[in-house]
């Protein structure tokens, strides 16, 4: 993934403010994705493709680096913003390890709760000091 400046980006859903991230190259010029539409899509999307990780990776960028974090996971008293989750088992380790492969600044946080967690490789994880969502 090639390093750009943060900008400031429009929802392409919803045409809401979308914050400042880096545009994702699957995007129009200026357009990023909001939070609440990135969970809308992810969980009712009638697109099967856009339900999946991977998928949705594809067409909207990385939570954290294309668009707001949605999703927290708790690891050693940090929270690091997931960037896609598996069920635990042979399927779910087949479809974390092709999101790897095509997003290699990602990488296992770890499972929890039955699922794999994938955070970005660089994310240290932050320590909250307000409500958070997780
Ligand atoms: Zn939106």
Redesign the pocket.
Known sequence: MTQQKARHLV??????D?GRWEQWHNQDKGFG??????IRIKTKSIDDELRSPLGFSRTYGLPGVNFEPTEYQQHYGRHFAVVASFPCGEQGEKEANEFMEWFTDTAVLGEFDGRIILALASDEGKIAVGPMNV
């Open positions: 929802c392409c859903c919803c045409g809401s979308a994705l909001c939070g609440s539409c990135a």
